[in-house]
């Protein structure tokens, strides 16, 4: 929805002042995920991408493929409403994307967190450890 948005505005003002919360609980509703989750997310990335090259933002989002790529894998493997089956496919999808060949060639881990996901990575049959 900001992108669309943005996509028709002049000019942007930032401003300092945090006035908007996003607080994820443990509540059924924050486990309960849509079957097409990570394909969402994936194509989130891309579009966010886009938007900054059709733009001239010089933003780059490589910083952030870890933290969107373990998000969209580990929401998918704490979600209670997807059967194995489902999870496993979504899980299948996202470890086929070009965003994790682009993560896995160009990026670097910076953490044991993210050293341990970029091996499970590599090896897509490890992705059921998940």
């Given at each position: 929805?900001?992108?669309?948005?943005?996509?028709?505005?002049?000019?942007?003002?930032v401003?300092?002042?945090?006035?908007?919360?996003?607080?994820?609980?443990?509540?059924?509703?924050?486990k309960t995920i849509?079957?097409?989750?990570a394909?969402l997310?994936?194509?989130f990335?891309?579009?966010?991408?886009?938007?900054?090259?059709?733009?001239?933002?010089?933003?780059?989002?490589?910083?952030?493929?870890?933290?969107?790529?373990?998000?969209?894998?580990?929401?998918?493997?704490?979600?209670?409403?997807?059967?194995?089956?489902?999870?496993?496919?979504?899980?299948?999808?996202?470890?086929?994307?070009?965003?994790?060949?682009?993560?896995?060639?160009?990026?670097?881990?910076?953490?044991?967190?993210?050293?341990?996901?970029r091996?499970?990575l590599?090896?897509?049959?490890l992705?059921?450890?998940?």
């Amino acid at each position: 929805f900001n992108l669309s948005v943005l996509e028709f505005c002049r000019s942007i003002v930032v401003g300092e002042n945090v006035i908007y919360y996003y607080i994820k609980g443990n509540s059924v509703l924050s486990k309960t995920i849509r079957k097409d989750y990570a394909d969402l997310q994936l194509r989130f990335y891309r579009e966010r991408e886009s938007f900054c090259q059709r733009h001239n933002i010089d933003y780059t989002l490589s910083s952030n493929r870890f933290a969107i790529l373990f998000e969209a894998f580990s929401s998918i493997a704490r979600a209670t409403n997807l059967s194995k089956m489902e999870k496993r496919d979504a899980l299948d999808r996202i470890s086929r994307s070009d965003l994790i060949s682009e993560y896995l060639f160009e990026d670097k881990a910076h953490s044991l967190r993210e050293y341990v996901f970029r091996f499970v990575l590599r090896f897509p049959f490890l992705n059921k450890l998940f």
